[in-house]
């Protein structure tokens, strides 16, 4: 039962321009989401996160949107740079279950120069 | 100390051994989790340490095991090794229950 899903393995855009990356949720009882974004080698950093209270947070190039109704986030980043290539993670927390991670399975992000 | 460290960074074993991973949390950083990360797939939970406590598990069987320790340090046990054990295994801290959790690079374990 995957309670967060990343429906795009993968997605390529050309420099500058925007990237979305998309998640999808099921668990209602999720009040704090996050994404993380992973080099080869490394573990995953932590970029940007949005309390369920909230539909948009930014940070920089990067924003976050959630739309509760539709149990859907997305994280948006312009302009896209080369650096930013990496796997991004898309992750949920239920507060009042341990705060642990549920994590998506992934979307590799490939920004061509 | 900052950051999340994590030994050894690779490790090869025959199934049905028995394995030991570690990890040195930052100072403060009370709450412990540990994720196995599939090819291909996200990171999954396995368990969760809270004060030298498990107060949390995934859906992992019993011969995955663990232990932290005061100075922040804290090791994940697999005994029985199976062949679908091979992934990588990731470590995160954080100074309290809630999100802000820093990974290591963990420990990419490979059961032959």
């Known amino acids: 039962d995957q309670q967060v899903k990343q429906n795009s393995p993968s997605l390529s855009v050309q420099e500058g321009r925007i990237s979305i990356l998309n998640c999808d949720y099921t668990n209602s009882m999720f009040d704090y989401f996050l994404w993380y974004k992973k080099y080869p080698a490394e573990g995953p950093t932590f970029l940007i996160s949005i309390s369920s209270i909230k539909d948009k947070n930014e940070d920089g190039r990067f924003t976050v949107f959630l739309n509760k109704s539709a149990k859907h986030l997305s994280l948006h980043i312009v302009p896209s740079q080369p650096g930013d290539s990496a796997v991004y993670f898309c992750a949920a927390i239920d507060s009042g279950n341990t705060g642990k991670l549920i994590f998506g399975q992934g979307t590799t992000l490939q920004v061509k120069p | 100390e900052t950051g999340v460290t994590q030994s050894p960074t690779h490790l090869i074993k025959t199934r049905g051994q028995q394995v030991t991973l570690r990890c040195s949390s930052q100072s403060g950083h009370n709450t412990v989790s540990w994720y196995q990360q599939a090819l291909g797939q996200g990171p999954q939970f396995i368990f969760q340490?809270?004060?030298?406590?498990?107060?949390g598990r995934g859906n992992f069987p019993p011969r995955f095991s663990g232990l932290q320790f005061p100075n922040y340090s804290s090791e994940l046990n697999v005994n029985a090794l199976e062949l679908d054990d091979s992934a990588l295994y990731l470590c995160a801290s954080s100074p309290d229950r809630e999100g802000g959790y820093t990974f290591g690079s963990g420990t990419r374990l490979t059961v032959v």
């Open positions: 340490y809270y004060r030298e406590e498990e107060n």
